[in-house]
């Protein structure tokens, strides 16, 4: 078997679940009302931070600063942009809300033209560039990983905008399988530090559209498993749609209104059922 080969067709794919998903977010955008930006505060979004309109710009940011990140990399340039700052915390909240504010009724265009950059980018990198080493705010990191990084924020924020409007939506489809083997990969390192349970918990999700891909999430002092479902009890067991586990695994889950509304179904301990999301940092 040829790795190298195995290794540039994932990115490709990679490559084309980006594409998709802006494509898929440009025409949710084109549908939305226009008062998204003129009126933002009445549309508040899925991530607790921002309204709608605020994810949108995030969104662009985020193409912005890849597309400098990767010219960057391919001319082997591993330094901190030239006057630099890092913005954590509040000051990059508020940093996105002054860009949605600057971007006004051009925040949509905007969207739609360094979505197109971005991908533009992508589609143009050679096969022995994608594992270039390039320069980021968390240290460096391969092309590659850039490329799974905005199919990760797409895919959530995506999710984000759409429930601003339809508190039914869920996940792209086009995304589900890539962010099962995401989220479930990298769910380990978003456990709070201190907060495991006294005792191993098991909770146990039982996915109705696709049974196969069932799984128990296991939390105890020594991290955090996912495997398929066991003969042995569960403590909690939920019950609910591939895009509601995601949900939930990524810190999304509106756990109580996702109840009334008969999108999960919950069986066992309650109040360790409602700490699930507890355990973890949202994304």
């Given amino acids: 078997m040829n790795h190298t ?19 898929e977010l440009a025409a949710d955008l084109h549908s939305m009302p226009s008062d998204i930006w003129r009126d933002a505060e009445r549309y508040p979004s899925g991530c607790g931070q921002w309204n709608l309109a605020d994810v949108v710009a995030h969104l662009i ?13 391919l001319r082997a340039e591993l330094s901190p942009p030239m006057a630099y700052v890092p913005l954590c915390g509040a000051d990059g ?33 050679a096969h022995e560039s994608y594992h270039l080493p390039a320069w980021t705010h968390a240290g460096e990191s391969p092309i590659s990983a850039l490329i799974d990084e905005r199919a990760v924020e797409l895919a959530i924020h995506g999710w984000d905008i759409r429930y601003g409007i339809d508190r039914w939506a869920r996940l792209s489809e086009l995304a589900i399988p890539f962010v099962k083997a995401w989220a479930e990969e ?23 559209d696709a049974p196969a891909d069932s799984r128990d999430v296991m939390i105890s002092e020594d991290g955090v498993g996912i495997a398929p479902p066991s003969t042995r009890d569960a ?44 355990w973890f940092r949202p994304l």
């Fill in 5 to 23: 080969i195995d290794a540039a067709t994932v990115v490709r794919d990679r490559i084309q679940l980006v594409r998709g998903l802006s494509n």
């Fill in 61 to 73: 940011y985020g193409s912005l600063g890849q597309a400098m990140v990767i010219r960057r990399a």
């Fill in 93 to 125: 909240v508020d940093h996105i809300v002054r860009l949605r504010e600057a971007y006004g009724e051009d925040l949509i265009p905007e969207f739609n033209a360094t979505c197109k950059e971005l991908n533009s980018i992508f589609v143009e990198l």
């Fill in 186 to 208: 990298g769910i380990a390192a978003r456990l709070r530090s201190g907060s495991a349970p006294a005792r191993p918990v098991t909770y146990r999700f039982l996915l109705e």
């Fill in 235 to 278: 403590d909690v067991t939920f019950r609910c749609d591939a895009s509601t586990y995601l949900l939930s695994m990524v810190g999304r889950l509106p756990f109580s209104r996702y109840i009334r509304r008969g999108r999960l179904a919950v069986a066992g301990d309650e109040m360790l059922a409602k700490r699930f999301s507890d």
